[in-house]
């Protein structure tokens, strides 16, 4: 008898033991990963040390009603003081993920995928946009050195967009790549999640709605610029003319969803190959007359790092490059398919700029349709305009999802109420804000109409940090324990080049745009 009750002793006092092991293993996981050191193995940044202590449980002969007691208990403990957005250690004990994970990392859901040629159209489509008629405004003011850029920004624009990418995984603890990250957003947060939980993910949405509204400005920018330069007869001044294009988007503010607007998107694309075509063709009709001794390595110092700025916002992309490797069938081919679409984008803005700049030299306009002949200007200007004003809903409508998200619907924490109600329809108070954010894009595109300045600015405010230094910051937070030395060396280079280019593209620019105010410059 006594034998029996000293084993059932020992018994219990073992359990208690490996209970309070296991609880004492998660507070120190726990208190290190507010310290901001990642977990001594991967199980643990991916959850997988649940299972090691269910299958654990299971071995020692626990009751499955035990079991699950010690795991809620386990779980709150892992959760107290829960990081929101933190990625890597954030384990959701509401239920199971909807997702299932596969062997090649990536998630599988149900919705349709995406080959790599519909990826790489996509992201043709963000990088040779009609912002490339502002690129041969660079090679007037960098000569060989902004050809030199422009190659020097595809280079890295393409590693960063992949380094990015690398920050979404992890390798679990059979050394598979496994999804852990979903957004660029994602990414920030877990940088920043240890002792600063959302100022990642704010920084991001701040430089990505900055972006989005300054794309919206310029479309309307380009639209008054265009007009003008189109009808230079008509008592109509750039000015009216953008307030006119404003009043065909307003109809933008009722927007519920881009599926009338994605349709015309391919037919946007193709009209603006169309219109590159001609322009190259036009250029090389007079072939005879380039001025190839106008193309120096002496730079402009005051506005060369504008050019900067505006070759690195045509290169602009990794905003959506999470979400769309996401939603490839293979995205295993994300990095073939980076590689293929900078390449053409390398060599087909370097010749357009170039071709263009060697046809008018120094009088080099900002949009550089407005070197065209009358006769065939009107004609281009016209089909560009009607570009401008479809591509704008896409940056509109993607601006007012973030605000809304992150300032009227984020989960019950948000700043002010809801902007829909109960039956999803739109508020009043919510279409004004909208109505609101285009008389905002009109007023900017009045008071600051110069689009290669503005261009130049925003390539420097967001477009060098959204594409240079923060992705590089990510990948030596994140990756630092798989990185080579080539890979750091990589890394903060660019950080470092990014943040001179940044910076002084960033004064120059808005000196120019003072320079331009104080003096009423148009060109």
Same mark, same amino acid.
């Given at each position: 008898?006594?034998?029996?009750i000293?084993?059932?002793?020992?018994?219990?006092?073992?359990?208690a033991?490996?209970?309070v092991?296991n609880k004492?293993?998660?507070?120190?996981?726990?208190?290190?990963a507010?310290?901001?050191f990642? @977990?001594?193995?991967?199980?643990?940044?991916?959850g997988?040390?649940?299972?090691?202590?269910?299958?654990?449980?299971?071995?020692?002969g626990?009751?499955?009603d035990?079991l699950r007691?010690?795991?809620?208990?386990?779980?709150?403990?892992?959760?107290?003081?829960e990081l929101?957005?933190?990625?890597?250690?954030?384990?959701?004990?509401?239920?199971?993920?909807?997702?299932t994970?596969?062997s090649?990392?990536?998630?599988?859901?149900?919705?349709?995928?995406?080959?790599?040629w519909?990826?790489?159209?996509?992201?043709?489509?963000?990088?040779?946009g009609?912002?490339?008629?502002? #690129?041969?405004y660079?090679?007037?003011?960098?000569?060989?050195?902004?050809?030199f850029?422009?190659?020097?920004?595809?280079?890295?624009?393409c590693?960063?967009?992949?380094?990015?990418i690398?920050?979404l995984?992890?390798?679990?603890?059979?050394? *598979?790549k496994?999804?852990?990250?979903?957004?660029?957003v994602?990414?920030?947060?877990?940088?920043?999640?240890?002792?600063?939980?959302?100022?990642?993910?704010?920084?991001v949405n701040?430089?990505?709605?900055?972006? /989005?509204?300054?794309?919206?400005?310029?479309?309307?920018?380009?639209s008054?610029?265009?007009?003008?330069?189109?009808?230079?007869?008509f008592?109509?001044?750039?000015?009216?003319?953008?307030?006119?294009?404003?009043?065909?988007?307003?109809p933008? @503010?009722?927007l519920?969803?881009?599926?009338?607007?994605?349709k015309?998107?391919?037919?946007?694309?193709?009209a603006?190959?169309?219109?590159?075509v /001609?322009?190259?063709?036009?250029?090389?009709?007079?072939?005879?007359?380039?001025a190839?001794?106008?193309?120096?390595?002496?730079?402009?110092?005051?506005?060369?790092?504008?050019s900067?700025g505006?070759?690195?916002?045509?290169?602009?992309?990794?905003?959506?490059?999470?979400?769309?490797?996401?939603?490839?069938?293979?995205?295993?081919?994300?990095?073939?398919?980076?590689?293929?679409?900078?390449? @053409?984008?390398?060599?087909?803005?370097? #010749?357009f700029?170039?071709?263009?700049?060697?046809?008018? @030299?120094?009088?080099?306009?900002?949009v *550089?349709?407005?070197?065209?002949?009358?006769?065939?200007?009107?004609?281009?200007?016209?089909f560009l305009?009607?570009?401008?004003?479809?591509?704008?809903?896409?940056?509109?409508?993607?601006?007012?999802?973030v605000?809304?998200?992150?300032?009227?619907?984020?989960?019950?924490?948000?700043?002010f109420?809801?902007?829909?109600?109960?039956?999803?329809?739109?508020?009043?108070?919510?279409?004004g804000?909208?109505?609101?954010?285009?008389?905002?894009?009109?007023?900017?595109a009045?008071f600051?109409?110069?689009?290669?300045?503005?261009?130049?600015?925003?390539?420097? #405010?967001?477009?060098?940090?959204?594409?240079?230094?923060?992705?590089?910051?990510?990948?030596?937070?994140?990756?630092?324990?798989n990185?080579?030395?080539h890979h750091?060396?990589?890394d903060?280079?660019?950080?470092?080049?990014?943040g001179?280019?940044?910076i002084?593209?960033?004064?120059?620019?808005?000196?120019?745009?003072?320079?331009?105010y104080?003096y009423?410059?148009h060109?």
């Open positions: 008898m006594a034998h029996l000293r084993h059932k002793i020992s018994n219990k006092l073992t359990n033991a490996h209970t092991s004492s293993q998660a507070k120190v996981s726990g208190v290190f507010r310290l901001g990642q @977990a001594a193995t991967d199980e643990e940044g991916l997988f040390v649940e299972c090691d202590d269910l299958d654990y449980d299971y071995r020692q626990m009751q499955m035990v007691g010690e795991e809620e208990e386990g779980r709150d403990v892992d959760g107290e003081g929101e957005g933190d990625t890597h250690y954030q384990r959701d004990g509401t239920g199971p993920r909807q997702a994970l596969k090649g990392g990536s998630l599988e859901e149900d919705k349709p995928k995406i080959t790599s519909e990826a790489g159209w996509n992201v043709t489509n963000a990088i040779q009609m912002f490339v008629l502002g #690129l041969p660079a090679i007037l003011h960098g000569g060989y050195l902004g050809l850029l422009i190659i020097f920004a595809a280079v890295v624009c590693y960063t967009g992949k380094i990015l690398a920050c995984y992890e390798e679990n603890e059979d050394g *598979i496994v999804r852990v990250r979903d957004s660029y994602d990414v920030a947060n877990a940088c920043c999640a240890p002792r600063f939980p959302a100022l990642g993910g704010h920084v701040v430089a990505q709605i900055i972006e /989005l509204v300054m794309t919206c400005i310029l479309y309307v920018v380009v008054g610029n265009l007009m003008y330069n189109s009808f230079p007869s008592p109509v001044s750039q000015k009216a003319w953008s307030v006119l294009a404003t009043a065909a988007l307003l933008c @503010a009722f519920k969803s881009l599926k009338a607007v994605s015309f998107s391919l037919l946007c694309t193709l603006h190959f169309v219109i590159n /001609l322009v190259i063709a036009y250029c090389l009709s007079r072939a005879r007359e380039w190839w001794e106008k193309v120096k390595f002496y730079i402009d110092v005051k506005k060369f790092p504008i900067i505006i070759i690195v916002f045509s290169y602009t992309s990794q905003i959506f490059l999470p979400s769309l490797e996401g939603n490839m069938q293979k995205p295993s081919e994300f990095h073939c398919m980076m590689d293929w679409t900078h390449i @053409a984008a390398c060599v087909l803005k370097g #010749l700029a170039l071709v263009a700049y060697l046809t008018w @030299a120094d009088a080099t306009k900002e *550089i349709t407005d070197n065209l002949p009358s006769t065939i200007r009107a004609v281009v200007n016209l305009v009607a570009k401008a004003l479809l591509s704008y809903p896409l940056p509109f409508f993607a601006a007012v999802e605000l809304e998200k992150s300032l009227f619907q984020d989960g019950g924490r948000a700043m109420p809801d902007c829909y109600g109960p039956g999803g329809q739109l508020k009043t108070w919510g279409l804000l909208r109505v609101g954010l285009v008389v905002f894009t009109l007023l900017m009045v600051v109409p110069h689009f290669a300045l503005l261009m130049g600015l925003t390539g420097s #405010l967001t477009g060098a940090g959204l594409c240079f230094l923060l992705p590089s910051l990510f990948h030596l937070k994140l990756q630092w324990r990185l080579l030395w750091v060396f990589f903060v280079s660019i950080f470092v080049i990014g001179i280019c940044a002084s593209g960033l004064i120059h620019s808005i000196e120019g745009l003072i320079e331009a104080r009423d410059l060109d």
